[in-house]
Protein backbone atom coordinates (compact mmCIF):
# COMPACT_ATOMS: atom_id res chain seq x y z
CA UNK A 1 0.00 0.00 0.00
CA UNK A 2 3.11 2.36 0.78
CA UNK A 3 4.43 1.80 -2.77
CA UNK A 4 1.15 2.87 -4.51
CA UNK A 5 0.86 5.61 -2.38
CA UNK A 6 4.29 6.58 -3.76
CA UNK A 7 3.32 6.52 -7.09
CA UNK A 8 0.18 8.46 -6.82
CA UNK A 9 2.02 10.98 -4.94
CA UNK A 10 4.75 11.38 -7.57
CA UNK A 11 2.13 10.73 -10.30
CA UNK A 12 0.02 14.51 -8.71
CA UNK A 13 3.32 16.09 -8.52
CA UNK A 14 3.61 15.67 -12.02
CA UNK A 15 -0.27 16.48 -12.58
CA UNK A 16 -1.13 13.21 -13.30
CA UNK A 17 -4.56 12.04 -11.74
CA UNK A 18 -5.45 8.19 -12.56
CA UNK A 19 -2.75 5.62 -12.03
CA UNK A 20 -4.18 3.17 -14.21
CA UNK A 21 -4.48 5.45 -16.76
CA UNK A 22 -1.04 7.34 -17.05
CA UNK A 23 1.63 4.86 -15.97
CA UNK A 24 2.84 5.39 -19.87
CA UNK A 25 2.87 9.03 -19.32
CA UNK A 26 5.34 8.23 -15.79
CA UNK A 27 7.52 6.57 -18.10
CA UNK A 28 7.81 9.54 -21.11
CA UNK A 29 8.89 11.65 -18.07
CA UNK A 30 11.52 8.90 -16.78
CA UNK A 31 12.63 9.04 -20.48
CA UNK A 32 11.93 12.91 -20.59
CA UNK A 33 14.64 12.82 -17.97
CA UNK A 34 17.09 10.43 -19.97
CA UNK A 35 17.40 12.64 -22.31
CA UNK A 36 18.06 15.53 -20.59
CA UNK A 37 20.61 13.52 -18.53
CA UNK A 38 18.66 13.86 -15.39
CA UNK A 39 19.41 10.22 -14.35
CA UNK A 40 18.78 10.60 -10.82
CA UNK A 41 15.48 12.04 -11.40
CA UNK A 42 15.02 9.19 -13.86
CA UNK A 43 16.01 6.54 -11.50
CA UNK A 44 13.39 7.69 -9.25
CA UNK A 45 10.77 7.22 -11.75
CA UNK A 46 11.99 3.51 -12.66
CA UNK A 47 12.33 2.83 -9.17
CA UNK A 48 8.66 3.98 -8.47
CA UNK A 49 7.42 1.80 -11.21
CA UNK A 50 9.13 -1.39 -10.03
CA UNK A 51 7.62 -0.38 -6.27
CA UNK A 52 4.17 -0.50 -8.69
CA UNK A 53 5.32 -3.51 -10.91
CA UNK A 54 8.77 -5.12 -10.03
CA UNK A 55 8.66 -7.13 -13.02
CA UNK A 56 8.17 -4.75 -15.80
CA UNK A 57 11.38 -5.03 -17.82
CA UNK A 58 11.07 -1.70 -19.21
CA UNK A 59 11.29 -0.31 -15.83
CA UNK A 60 13.89 -2.50 -15.06
CA UNK A 61 16.16 -1.84 -18.34
CA UNK A 62 15.38 1.84 -17.49
CA UNK A 63 16.72 2.06 -13.97
CA UNK A 64 19.80 0.00 -15.09
CA UNK A 65 20.40 2.38 -17.76
CA UNK A 66 20.55 5.73 -15.55
CA UNK A 67 22.77 3.62 -12.79
CA UNK A 68 24.82 2.61 -15.51
CA UNK A 69 25.21 6.39 -16.72
CA UNK A 70 25.59 7.44 -13.03
CA UNK A 71 28.83 5.46 -13.14
CA UNK A 72 27.27 2.57 -10.56
CA UNK A 73 28.20 -0.50 -12.47
CA UNK A 74 27.80 -2.82 -10.23
CA UNK A 75 24.59 -1.82 -9.28
CA UNK A 76 23.18 -1.46 -12.51
CA UNK A 77 24.29 -4.75 -13.88
CA UNK A 78 22.41 -6.46 -10.88
CA UNK A 79 19.66 -4.65 -12.25
CA UNK A 80 20.26 -5.82 -15.50
CA UNK A 81 20.87 -9.16 -14.37
CA UNK A 82 17.49 -9.60 -12.70
CA UNK A 83 15.46 -8.24 -16.15
CA UNK A 84 17.19 -10.91 -17.52
CA UNK A 85 16.39 -13.66 -15.12
CA UNK A 86 12.42 -12.40 -16.27
CA UNK A 87 12.80 -12.18 -19.89
CA UNK A 88 15.76 -14.17 -20.92
CA UNK A 89 14.73 -13.30 -24.90
CA UNK A 90 14.65 -9.18 -24.35
CA UNK A 91 16.84 -8.00 -26.96
CA UNK A 92 17.19 -4.65 -25.16
CA UNK A 93 17.76 -6.48 -21.53
CA UNK A 94 20.54 -8.45 -23.32
CA UNK A 95 21.80 -5.20 -25.38
CA UNK A 96 22.39 -3.29 -22.00
CA UNK A 97 24.12 -5.99 -20.25
CA UNK A 98 26.44 -6.29 -23.25
CA UNK A 99 26.72 -2.83 -22.64
CA UNK A 100 27.58 -3.61 -18.72
CA UNK A 101 30.18 -5.99 -20.17
CA UNK A 102 31.84 -3.71 -22.97
CA UNK A 103 32.53 -0.88 -19.78
CA UNK A 104 34.31 -4.39 -17.79
CA UNK A 105 36.13 -5.25 -21.02
CA UNK A 106 34.68 -8.41 -21.37
CA UNK A 107 34.69 -7.84 -25.36
CA UNK A 108 33.62 -11.16 -26.16
CA UNK A 109 30.81 -11.72 -24.16
CA UNK A 110 29.70 -7.89 -25.10
CA UNK A 111 30.25 -8.59 -28.59
CA UNK A 112 27.81 -12.66 -28.12
CA UNK A 113 25.56 -10.56 -26.31
CA UNK A 114 25.06 -8.09 -28.93
CA UNK A 115 24.44 -11.04 -31.50
CA UNK A 116 21.88 -12.18 -29.59
CA UNK A 117 19.64 -8.92 -28.91
CA UNK A 118 20.37 -8.17 -32.50
CA UNK A 119 18.96 -12.38 -33.25
CA UNK A 120 15.54 -11.47 -31.62
CA UNK A 121 15.38 -7.60 -32.60
CA UNK A 122 17.28 -7.19 -36.20
CA UNK A 123 16.83 -3.68 -36.10
CA UNK A 124 17.49 -2.45 -32.49
CA UNK A 125 20.25 0.04 -34.09
CA UNK A 126 22.07 0.44 -31.25
CA UNK A 127 22.89 -3.09 -30.79
CA UNK A 128 24.36 -2.74 -33.93
CA UNK A 129 26.38 0.49 -33.85
CA UNK A 130 27.89 -0.80 -30.29
CA UNK A 131 28.76 -3.79 -32.28
CA UNK A 132 30.95 -1.25 -35.05
CA UNK A 133 32.35 0.54 -32.00
CA UNK A 134 33.42 -2.52 -30.08
CA UNK A 135 35.14 -3.73 -33.48
CA UNK A 136 36.68 -0.45 -34.22
CA UNK A 137 37.95 -0.71 -30.75
CA UNK A 138 39.81 -3.90 -30.63
CA UNK A 139 41.30 -2.96 -34.09
CA UNK A 140 39.18 -4.72 -36.44
CA UNK A 141 38.42 -2.24 -38.46
CA UNK A 142 37.48 -4.14 -41.52
CA UNK A 143 35.00 -5.89 -40.02
CA UNK A 144 33.74 -2.65 -38.61
CA UNK A 145 33.74 -1.26 -41.92
CA UNK A 146 31.60 -4.01 -43.80
CA UNK A 147 29.04 -4.20 -40.69
CA UNK A 148 29.03 -0.18 -40.96
CA UNK A 149 28.10 -0.36 -44.46
CA UNK A 150 25.29 -3.32 -44.50
CA UNK A 151 23.96 -0.58 -41.20
CA UNK A 152 24.00 1.98 -43.93
CA UNK A 153 22.35 0.29 -46.85
CA UNK A 154 19.80 -0.54 -44.12
CA UNK A 155 18.88 3.07 -42.89
CA UNK A 156 20.52 5.24 -45.75
CA UNK A 157 19.37 8.59 -44.22
CA UNK A 158 20.70 7.89 -40.36
CA UNK A 159 22.93 10.95 -39.64
CA UNK A 160 24.53 8.89 -37.03
CA UNK A 161 25.20 6.02 -39.30
CA UNK A 162 26.90 8.47 -41.94
CA UNK A 163 28.82 9.65 -39.36
CA UNK A 164 30.27 6.17 -38.15
CA UNK A 165 30.84 4.92 -42.15
CA UNK A 166 32.56 8.55 -42.60
CA UNK A 167 34.59 7.30 -38.75
CA UNK A 168 35.40 4.06 -39.88
CA UNK A 169 36.42 5.08 -43.56
CA UNK A 170 39.01 7.12 -41.75
CA UNK A 171 39.95 4.22 -39.66
CA UNK A 172 40.98 2.70 -43.03
CA UNK A 173 42.83 5.95 -43.88
CA UNK A 174 44.62 5.77 -40.72
CA UNK A 175 45.67 2.35 -41.38
CA UNK A 176 47.11 2.08 -44.57
CA UNK A 177 48.55 5.35 -43.81
Not at 25 to 35: G, S, V
Not at 108 to 125: G, M, V
Request: proline share 2%.
Amino acid sequence: MIQKKRLDELLVINGISDLENEIDHLFDLAYENMDNEAWVGAAQMFLTLLSYDNESAEAMNGLGVCLFEMGNIEDAEYIIDRALEAYPDDSVTLANKASICWEKDLLEEALDLYRKALEYEPDLIEARINIINLYRETGDIFIAYTKCLELSHSFPDDEEIKELLDAVILDLAILFY
